[in-house]
């Protein structure tokens, strides 16, 4: 409990507060004189932002039992929710969309995103297709985007502001791989991107999809707005739209979408 506190820069004091307990008892809870209730626990975590899985991590730590379940996306009950996603991307197209865990793993897609990817090394395909790999590798889309250095910065700020959040050694680790990569070393340090001569409403992200197509893309980030299982917690649905006139018309070009189409 300390460790997330310190993580969201919370006193003992403040946080006693909100969640109406005296700092005294709540100093003894995290240093093992007290016994905290399961509902404390909530209570806490709530106002800490502290993920699901890790809310279990801290009821299992007192004692208690987790609450909190983690059923995967193909299990039978999660067939409604599943179906929903693989619409919501369906209905998306022409554009690409994807879904992420927490991890920026895709574990749904659809045609147009598939199209974008393609032609990359089997290697930086997965399983699991992650995108801060494949999108900040050399060998990935990396190669191909014409503002890499505005893009790299929001994906490496979404990188380590989600590894700080959740703690989870995998984020760690994966931005430290990310932060090794020679191309990003290149560009320097993500909070200091070059800012471009036209202050833009969002940043876009630019790339050649092949020798006849310049994509210009915006990206959009939706949640599932009170989840109580681990995994519906941890997903997200990224769809992406076109910047410009130009890239909604290639997109929703008869020659560019029947490459979506299976061979």
Do not use: K
Not at 76 to 94: D, F, N, W
Request: aromatic share 6%; hydrophobic share 45%.
């Amino acid at each position: 409990m300390r460790d997330w506190r310190t993580r969201r820069r919370r006193s003992q004091l403040d946080l006693a507060l909100e969640v109406g307990v005296s700092p005294r008892h709540l100093s003894f809870v995290e240093t093992g004189r007290s016994r905290p209730s399961p509902e404390l626990l909530i209570a806490v975590a709530e106002h800490l932002d502290v993920p699901l899985r890790e809310r279990n991590a801290l009821l299992l730590a007192a004692g208690y039992a987790p609450r909190y379940p983690q059923t995967p996306l193909d299990d039978r009950s999660m067939a409604r929710v599943r179906a929903t996603l693989q619409r919501l991307l369906e209905a998306h197209e022409p554009y690409p969309g994807v879904v992420i865990d927490r991890a920026w793993n895709v574990v749904l897609v659809n045609a147009t995103a598939q199209l974008l990817v393609r032609d990359l090394p089997p290697a930086l395909l997965g399983p699991p297709l992650n995108v801060f790999r494949v999108c900040l590798h050399p060998d990935g889309l990396a190669a191909r985007t014409r503002n890499l250095p505005e893009w790299a910065a929001y994906l490496r700020g979404e990188l380590h502001r989600a590894a700080a959040l959740s703690a989870d050694p995998s984020l760690v680790a994966l931005a430290d791989e990310v932060e090794s990569y020679p191309n990003v070393v290149a560009i320097g340090g993500w909070r200091g991107a070059a800012a471009s001569d036209e202050p833009a409403l969002l940043v876009p992200f630019r790339f050649a999809l092949d020798g006849e197509h310049e994509l210009s893309l915006f990206t959009t980030l939706t949640t599932f707005g009170t989840p109580m299982d681990i995994t519906l917690s941890e997903l997200a649905v990224e769809l992406f739209y076109p910047a410009d006139d130009e890239t909604d018309a290639a997109l929703r070009s008869e020659r560019l979408s029947s490459r979506t189409s299976p061979s």
